[in-house]
């Protein structure tokens, strides 16, 4: 038995951002709510341009310059209400989409941020109309219900989620990625993979999210490297996107042991997201394989590895091997000692935050206790 809460409209290709007001206007929209990282990045200047051609209003906030926090969600919401928008359009990477999915569920819903994301509240009314346009390949956030929040209070990086919050109108225009710097590219592809993988085998898998992770990481094998290596490839680039939202709609199985620790740590670090799970991923599929072994092998095989004449295990261990390869080749980060002083890391307090922001997943093919999590951190160093 399973549910899936999927995008109602989901626009791919080349130039489809020039469709958005259109859009918009189907809803009978009034005054927009740009989120965004910068007012004055090209493609949000395009899309003002988009706006006021077809006689739509709208503000600009660009608040959201680094991994959403509880003060710029809360006072995005107050400058939402104060300037009457009626829709949220989104568009940046995830950090953006992550705070304007919150900024339209708060519109509707009234409270903090803080009180949906520790559990005081639940979210009851359906959000105002999102819009999101990704202009990074690898969050998935605009594929899910969730937005991942800074607090500040407690240091917690946790996230608030409801099937109410996932974005009524998705736009994957690979042009918009065409000039993300390559460092960029390598940390949010990475992320996608883990998304991809870690869902696949989840126990919450289904065949939905199982026929769309391994299409993602089909995608990803041909296409990762070539995007951060020749950015202009807008094949390689169109593979990325379709990979990153489709490795977002296999999340609604779950993740993983890499993805447990890498949010929280990465709070605790200001690590960004998808470095730490670059970082974990390929400790992740070792400690999982002997519990996840035919799916690890059809991994291998979605790497494009010949399995012929090998046992499952050889063929899943290639796989991991193919895993570390990708991400040496894109130049994402191999160890946590690039981020942290190994020396000085105090694994308790770590483990505490582990439990109090991601403790609660179950769904990692191995039993995920204390001893598995201190061992995966420790070959992480």
Not at 255 to 260: F, K, S
Not at 292 to 313: D, H, P, R
Request: charged share 20%; hydrophobic share 45%; with cysteine.
């Amino acid at each position: 038995m399973w549910d899936l809460f999927l995008n109602k409209n989901v626009l791919f290709g080349a130039g489809r951002i020039k469709e958005t007001a259109g859009i918009l206007q189907q809803q009978k929209v009034q005054k927009v709510f740009i989120v965004t990282y910068d007012g004055q990045a090209p493609v949000v200047l395009t899309l003002q341009g988009l706006l006021k051609d077809n006689d739509l209003g709208f503000t600009v906030y660009d608040a959201v310059k680094t991994e959403p926090d509880l003060h710029v969600i809360n006072k995005g919401t107050h400058f939402l209400k104060i300037e009457n928008c009626d829709a949220v359009l989104a568009v940046g990477g995830g950090s953006v989409l992550d705070a304007a999915k919150a900024i339209a569920m708060l519109a509707t819903n009234g409270g903090l941020i803080e009180e949906y994301q520790m559990g005081q509240k639940t979210v009851v009314k359906p959000t105002l109309p999102v819009v999101v346009i990704p202009t990074t390949s690898g969050t998935g956030s605009e594929a899910t219900k969730v937005s991942v929040i800074h607090n500040n209070y407690n240091g917690l990086k946790k996230s608030a989620y409801s099937n109410y919050m996932i974005a009524e109108t998705v736009i994957l225009d690979p042009e918009v990625t065409l000039s993300l710097p390559a460092r960029l590219t390598a940390s949010t592809g990475m992320d996608a993979l883990s998304h991809a993988i870690e869902s696949y085998v989840s126990l919450n898998a289904n065949p939905m999210t199982e026929m769309w992770g391994l299409k993602a990481i089909e995608l990803i094998n041909r296409s990762l490297v070539k995007a951060v290596h020749e950015g202009n490839d807008a094949e390689a680039r169109g593979d990325m996107m379709l990979a990153s939202y489709l490795a977002g709609c296999a999340l609604h199985a779950g993740i993983g042991i890499a993805h447990i620790i890498a949010q929280p740590l990465g709070g605790m670090f200001k690590i960004p997201h998808g470095d730490a799970c670059s970082i974990f991923l390929p400790i992740a599929m070792e400690v999982n394989l002997e519990y996840s072994v035919k799916k690890y092998c059809k991994i291998a095989e979605a790497l494009g590895i010949n399995t012929t004449g090998l046992t499952e295990v050889g063929a899943a261990r290639l796989g991991i091997k193919r895993i570390a390869e990708i991400r040496a080749q894109a130049n994402a980060p191999q160890k946590l000692s690039e981020y942290v002083d190994c020396d000085s890391l105090s694994l308790d307090e770590v483990l505490v935050a582990i439990e109090k922001s991601t403790g609660h997943i179950k769904c990692n093919p191995r039993p995920v206790d204390r001893s598995l999590l201190a061992e995966v951190i420790k070959k992480a160093m």
